[in-house]
C-alpha cells in the first residue's frame, strides 16, 4: 500500500497543520492502547496525537442525521470527553439516516442513544447527555468548556446561536450542513492562531440573507450522505485537536452526492475596516456592492423579457421534470469549477428552493456579473 510523503513534522508534505488544540492526557491505559492501536502508528497522530484525543472536550449539538456519525467516529477516535446535546426524541422516520437509535429507541431521548452507542465503541469516552434545546439564551453555558464545537443541527436559528456562542468562546466551530444529495462542510473560527484568517459563520450565510431554507422533512435526504458527512466533520474535528492535516478554515467543501464530486470554494472572512481618508468634496464615494436580489416569478420573467439570463443550476435528473423556457441549463457543482462559462450582464439564478441558487449568485458576482436568484426557487413558485 502506497503512503504519502512524511514531511517530518507529524503530518504530510504540502499540508499546512495548525498548532494542536489541546494539551495531551498525562498516558494511555493499557486498554485504550490497545483499542487506539492503528491510531498509535499513523503518522500524524501517533502516541501523542492520541493523548490529545484523550484529554479533549468535544461539544456535539444535535444527534441526529449528522450528530450521528460524528458521534460515534469521535468515540471510536478515542475522544476524552462528548458532550452531546438534543432536545429531540427518537422517531421511526429518523432511523433512515441517524444511524446512533434503533427501534427499540422510539420514543427515548435522542442523547440516551448517544450515551450508550458511544460507550459500547469507547468505554474510557465519557459523555455528557444534555436534553435541553439549544437556543441563544443558553448556548454559550450549554458549551462552555469544550475545546470545540462540531454543529449537527437542522435548523438555521440554532446553527446562528451555536456560531454567535462559539465566537463569544473563541473556540472553532466545525460545521456542516445538507439537504437532498448536496452538502457543505467547513471550519469557522474568529480566533484561531497567529499568522491565519479568521472565518465567522456571517461570512458565508449573512443573517441578512438567508431566509427560510426548506427542512429535510420538506425535501428529503439521502440517508448514505449522512454518513460520508459526519464522517468528515469528525475528521476536522481530529485534524484541530491533534494539529495534523490542513484544516477547512476558509475553505468550503461542496458535495454533490449524485455527481459524486467534492468542490472546493474559498471563503475569505470579512477584512478588518480600514481607517478612513478624508476625500475632496467632489469625490463620488465608492459604491457599495449591491446585494442578490430575491425576484418573484413575475420579476423573473420580467428581467428575462429584458434581457437577463435564466441560469438553471438543478442537476439533469431535477431538470428533466421540467424548465423555465429559455433557461441556459449548468448544474451548480460544473458552475462553481468554472464560474467564467457565463459573462452575461444580468443573471437570474433558479433551483429547486434557492440555496444552491444563492451559492451560484454568489460566485457569479465574485467576477463582476450582476446575479439574483428566484426566491424560495421553482418549489415557491409551484406552490403559489
Known sequence: MAHGPADGHGGYAGTVPLPPLVDPAPDLSPAERARTQRHLVLNGVGDLGQRRLAAAHVAVVGAGGLG???????????IGTLTVIDDDVVDLSNLQRQLLHRHADIGAHKTASAERVAADLSPETVVIP?????ASENA???LHGADLVVDGSDTFETRAAVAAACESLGIPLVWGVLQEFHAQVTVFWNAPPAGTDPVVLSDLHPADEVGTPPTCAEVGVLGALCLQVGGILAVEAIKLIVGTGEPLLGRVLVIDALRGTQTEVALRGAAPAAPTTPQPIDAPAAAAPAAIRELTASEMLAAQEAGATLLDVREPWETQTGVVAGSVLIPLGDLLDDPAQIDDEHVVVICAHGIRARHAADALRARGVDADILVGGLAAWQQS
Open 140 to 142: 454559550q453555558d450549554l
Open 68 to 78: 450521528s456519525p460524528v458521534v460515534m467516529a469521535l468515540a471510536a477516535a478515542g
Open 130 to 134: 444534555v436534553a435541553e434545546r439549544l
